[in-house]
């Protein structure tokens, strides 16, 4: 039993204890009274920040749904020197291991480079602590405050010798010796960039356009700035909180994807056109080309190439100058000019115009045919002013028609529709510049509606003669070039275009006719301007154009050359501009240079895109069909049959046959192939064609894939060393 002192004891201690929490309790009370009415109101409770989550960006594709443009996730890396972890005798003990790792995964830069770069930004780090130090006691022995944000540069040290990585490089760089030892420890620090790629290269580079490094400012030009509202999608939302000590992202509003564009490009031709172009561009050692191709009835671009040279003598996409180029067309404005006048009735394809010796002088200035040096064309037609294309006899026929009312000519031009705005898709397009006489402030000359008439006196880009050239192989119907067909959304399409139409009729139906017999007879005709751009493939019709370019005032200075038109002659599926400014090398002339360009487009094209029909199988058909062979030599077929197990018939004992397959076997006969005369390749293969042309002396080129359709040189011609083209299907 406890005493009475003990039990004193007991109690006095327990009104200590009790004591000290009461007080404990009152200065805690009293600690939360003074926070609630004292500093409450001055407290401001942090808000957590808000961070926009960039959405996916959304493709372009061509018209077959090959992808031209899309977002990849780029990664540069970055050294915080000054990571609490970061030790230097850790970092001396990993670098070389490191360095290696880093040449053997991204070669750009040696080993050696590597750790010379590494170890630059740890002595920087040294060099910039010795100061601090240096600074902190010199401030302490003056009793002055030390400012170390004087002192301090960003921390993040650029490894320069490494460049923007893709997302496996960037897992493999952060498992290499030292930096998989962790953030804290290795001070290593990375940045995600979005990289607009284009998996197709240059090829339509201006058309599909580019967007900046950044996010927030976009797209810069092509379809990407068009429809960059569109493609760049809906940022997201999230909150950056301190979570159990952690700086955590918490969405609160999941970003939506942009949209996808399906372009009109087919990326096929696009190659077929950027090709040539360039061939020709840089033979000729141009300043710049331009080519484009425009589906007939629906207005769709299928392929536009812009080359211009740059300094170092290299090519490439760096201007739209098919939408954006004002320039004088030449002679492809002459048939605009007698198109206005046939369908105004005042000049007829059969009316005589005396061009004499090319030479026409008129109100103090002379107009001049481009084969005045060989003592011009006398006394010819008005349909042939245009195939031999005469500034002379286009001139003449406009000034008897319309010297007196000018303003009806240009009325006509613009009844055509050639002065409207098109609104293209491409940002920095040009509208054409035609003027009027009646238009206040136009200027307007007495030599005007002469020169006018053959090219000059009007600013025209490429795009907008296109369109006219496609108005006439679309029966007089002209639609506006489009260069996006449909909008899709998470795959489906949200949007399809339809061809828009700028002119229903251009021209009456008996001046349509009489144009494009002109337009044919330019290419066909033996002595007509364009007769490069003929073809035995595929008839070509169309027109070539010669013009000087001016030289900002005082005069001109270089030529602009081109050939606009369109194929196949009688059925046009395609249309297409060529246009080559300012060549260096050879006399300008728009049939030598772009009419040849135009030929090789129409025919690759044509070969690419005009397949045979396949076979329909009967329905009661059951057993399997014999495959037909391709002619070729004997060995190759024996091969080929043993292979397939195909039952044949052999006629032939020489070394090149030709085949013919029935229901049950294939017949082999004698193909005769002279070393001089142009073998008959036909139904061969490419392989075999090549060495029977090569065989007999002759230069090769190829178009399409499958067996030979077609030769440019006939079989039997004396072989004489000529190049040929075999066309494939």
């Known amino acids: 039993m406890a005493t009475n002192s003990e039990d004193k004891q007991i109690n006095r201690n327990y009104f200590i204890v009790a004591f000290l929490v009461a007080i404990v309790i009152s200065l805690i009370i009293g600690r939360a009274c003074y926070t609630i009415f004292v500093e409450g109101p001055n407290i401001k409770i942090p808000t957590p920040t808000t961070v926009s989550i960039p959405p996916a960006r959304g493709n372009i594709y061509d018209t077959n749904d090959e992808l031209i443009a899309t977002s990849e996730y780029r990664y540069r890396f970055y050294m915080d020197f000054w990571a609490d972890g970061l030790k230097g005798d850790t970092l001396k003990k990993y670098v070389g291991a490191l360095s ?69 490089e960037y897992k493999a760089i952060k ?55 569109l493609l760049r999608g809906i940022p997201g939302i999230s909150t950056r909180q301190k979570v159990e000590g952690r700086l955590v992202n918490i969405i609160t509003k999941s970003p939506v994807a942009g949209q996808d564009l399906v372009s009109t490009i087919d990326i096929t031709m696009q190659d077929i056109v950027e090709k040539a172009l360039y061939d020709k561009v840089s033979s000729l050692d141009a300043e710049s080309g331009t080519a484009v191709v425009m589906e007939v009835k629906t207005g769709h671009i299928k392929a536009i190439a812009n080359l211009g040279r740059k300094g170092d003598g290299r090519w490439e996409e760096n201007g739209n100058y098919a939408v954006s180029d004002l ?15 046939l369908d105004d009735g005042l000049v007829h394809p059969q009316d005589s115009v005396n061009v004499g010796n090319g030479v026409f002088h008129y109100k103090g200035e002379s107009i001049i045919d481009h084969n005045a040096n060989r003592g011009g064309y006398g006394a010819i037609t008005a349909e042939k002013s245009i195939w031999f294309s005469s500034n002379v006899g286009v001139s003449k ?17 613009y009844k055509i529709g050639l002065n409207k705005d098109f609104h293209l898709e491409i940002p920095g397009y040009a509208v054409a510049r035609i003027r009027h006489p009646k238009t206040a402030g136009a200027t307007w000359y007495k030599t005007t509606l002469a020169w006018m008439s053959f090219g000059y006196e009007t600013r025209i880009p490429p795009i907008y003669t296109l369109t006219f ?75 070539t154009g010669t013009a000087q370019l001016s030289s900002g005032g005082t005069g001109y200075s270089g030529h602009q050359v081109s050939f606009c038109g369109y194929f196949p002659a009688d059925k046009p599926q395609y249309s297409c501009i060529v246009v080559i400014r300012r060549p260096r090398n050879g006399a300008p002339s728009g049939g030598l240079m772009c009419g040849t360009v135009f030929k090789q487009i129409a025919e690759e094209i044509y070969a690419e895109n005009m397949l045979a029909k396949p076979i329909e199988m009967p329905e009661n058909q059951k057993t399997a069909m014999i495959p037909e062979i391709k002619n070729g030599l004997y060995t190759h077929l024996k091969t080929a049959m043993k292979k397939l197990n195909v039952e044949y018939v052999n006629h032939s004992d020489g070394k090149w046959v030709k085949t013919a397959s029935g229901t049950e076997e294939v ?16 139904g061969m293969g490419a392989k075999d064609a090549i060495f029977a042309m090569e065989s007999s002396g002759l230069n090769v080129r190829i178009s399409g894939r499958g067996k030979v359709v077609s030769q440019s040189i006939s079989a039997g011609s004396a072989a004489k060393g000529q190049s040929v083209l075999l066309v494939l299907r």
């Open 397 to 413: 026929l406009i000034l008897k028609a319309y010297e007196n009312d000018p303003g009806r000519f240009v009325d006509g031009l």
């Open 327 to 341: 320039s004088e067309p030449g002679s492809t404005f002459k048939v605009a000019s007698m198109m206005v006048a």
């Open 667 to 682: 017949a082999v006969s004698d193909l005769p192939v002279s070393e001089k005369t142009v073998p008959d390749v036909s």
């Open 100 to 168: 290696r790792e880093l040449n053997r995964l991204i070669p750009e830069k040696s080993a050696a480079q590597y750790e010379s770069c590494i170890m630059s930004g740890w002595r920087r780090r040294e060099a910039e602590e010795k100061t601090i130090n240096d600074a902190r006691e010199k401030a302490k022995e003056e009793h002055k405050k030390f400012d170390i944000k004087k002192y301090t540069r960003s921390r993040d040290y650029l490894l320069s010798a490494i460049r923007y990585v893709n997302y496996s």
């Open 469 to 543: 050239y496609n108005a006439i192989a679309n029966d007089g119907k002209m639609v506006k070039p489009m260069f996006v067909k449909e909008i899709r959304e998470n795959g489906s399409i949200r949007e399809k275009r339809k061809t828009e139409t700028l002119n229903s009729e251009i021209c009456s139906a008996q001046t349509l006719q009489y144009i494009r017999s002109m337009l044919d007879s330019v290419v066909n005709y033996p002595s007509g301007t364009g007769k490069p751009a003929r073809s035995s493939i595929v008839r070509i019709a169309g027109k």
């Open 175 to 229: 498992q290499m010796p030292f930096f998989k030892l962790g953030t804290n420890k290795t001070g290593l620090k990375t940045r995600d960039v979005v990289i607009r790629t284009k998996p197709y290269g240059i090829l339509a580079s201006r058309t599909i356009g580019d967007i900046y490094g950044d996010t927030v400012r976009g797209a810069r030009s092509g379809l990407e700035l068009q429809y960059d509202s």
